[in-house]
């Protein structure tokens, strides 16, 4: 079972047990927090998408670590202008560990099987 979740402007892709890492979240490191903006849920041939949320689902994990980024450098430059400007930045990072995906309420609906014969194939 896996779920596509929104969480700081990105989509993620999350299964249970599953170590990511996302945009700074305010808790200390052992706390559990849910995730509710749930955008899809698999569970084999059964995949929920929601419109645009699938409604009751959550996800819950559990913090392990807060950090810091790898530094991305920005440097700005204008050509025989003498101008050169430079500066580093380092993301604030929370990760996390996904324990549960929990589905509660939502339409299930199973994959579309396939065709097995078309008109073409039957008029021969």
Not at 34 to 53: E, F, K, S
Not at 70 to 88: D, L, T
């Amino acid at each position: 079972m896996y779920a596509i979740l929104k969480c700081g402007g990105k989509q993620l892709k999350v299964q249970k047990g599953d170590k990511v890492s996302i945009e700074r979240v305010m808790s200390e490191v052992g706390e559990t927090i849910t995730l509710d903006q749930i955008m899809l849920l698999a569970d084999g041939d059964n995949v929920t998408v929601g419109t645009p949320l699938v409604e009751g689902a959550t996800v819950s994990a559990k913090v392990t670590e807060q950090m810091r980024d790898k530094k991305v450098i920005i440097f700005k430059k204008k050509r025989r202008q003498n101008y050169r400007r430079k500066k580093g930045h380092r993301q604030y990072l929370t990760v996390i560990e996904i324990t549960d995906i929990a589905t509660k309420g939502g339409k299930t609906k199973a994959a579309a099987p396939k065709k097995a014969a078309t008109k073409k194939a039957a008029a021969k």
